[in-house]
T-cell receptor, first 113, second 120 residues
Framework: AQSVTQPDIHITVSEGASLELRCNYSYGATPYLFWYVQSPGQGLQLLLKYFSGDTLVQGIKGFEAEFKRSQSSFNLRKPSVHWSDAAEYFCAVGYQAGTALIFGKGTTLSVSS | GAGVSQSPRYKVAKRGQDVALRCDPISGHVSLFWYQQALGQGPEFLTYFQNEAQLDKSGLPSDRFFAERPEGSVSTLKIQRTQQEDSAVYLC??????????????????FGPGTRLLVL
């Protein structure tokens, strides 16, 4: 079955430090890949997406992600974390038009001062 | 422009009560999805509309859940005889077909703020 794994349930990073959130997916072909962020009491905001082409994609708020086909991964990175980045981060995959996204369980990011 | 809106934002229901949750998608978006997000979990698919047609309802957990989108715009998710296990955040997302929908282009889904349902 298709699935998305986010191995880290909770990560704490110091403000100004770099960040990497892991995401692995299970599927036979190349899926469409997304990262969303959810702040408390809010809906999901799209950070970035990968459909095809350059495997390093840039998103909003200084985030980037790299698609590695050989590892079935799509890890999210940010070089310098800000306190406002504290939130829940979800990796998701989609396969074709009109199908639902499959989400991971999410990673909670805390930022310490 | 306006994003996806949902109402109410919070709903407290007594067990056995019927509830109706509303979703206003982004204007012109053809596709509309409902997801259920339990506490501490990622969203899980419930149902999908393309215009007014409900093309996939495989994620609805029971026949107590019903969704409609009669005019291809606003959608309502109805839960009859609510149970405590229905407590969750219900998220609505809309999307517009990409330039090559026929080839299976996965359009981006834009989410609303959700309705947090608590069943007592």
């Amino acid at each position: 079955a298709q699935s998305v794994t986010q191995p880290d349930i909770h990560i704490t990073v110091s403000e100004g430090a770099s960040l990497e959130l892991r995401c692995n997916y299970s599927y036979g072909a190349t899926p469409y890949l997304f990262w969303y962020v959810q702040s408390p009491g809010q809906g999901l905001q799209l950070l970035l997406k990968y459909f095809s082409g350059d495997t390093l994609v840039q998103g909003i708020k200084g985030f980037e992600a790299e698609f590695k086909r050989s590892q079935s991964s799509f890890n999210l990175r940010k070089p310098s974390v800000h306190w406002s980045d504290a939130a829940e981060y979800f990796c998701a995959v989609g396969y074709q038009a009109g199908t639902a996204l499959i989400f991971g369980k999410g990673t909670t990011l805390s930022v310490s001062s | 422009g306006a994003g996806v809106s949902q109402s109410p934002r919070y709903k407290v229901a007594k067990r056995g009560q019927d509830v109706a949750l509303r979703c206003d998608p982004i204007s012109g978006h053809v596709s509309l999805f409902w997801y259920q997000q339990a506490l501490g979990q990622g969203p899980e698919f419930l149902t999908y509309f393309q215009n007014e047609a409900q093309l996939d309802k495989s994620g609805l957990p029971s026949d107590r859940f019903f969704a409609e989108r009669p005019e291809g715009s606003v959608s309502t998710l109805k839960i009859q005889r609510t149970q405590q296990e229905d407590s969750a955040v219900y998220l609505c997302a809309s999307s517009s077909p990409g330039p090559s929908q026929t080839s299976g282009y996965q359009e981006t889904q834009y989410f609303g703020p959700g309705t947090r349902l608590l069943v007592l």
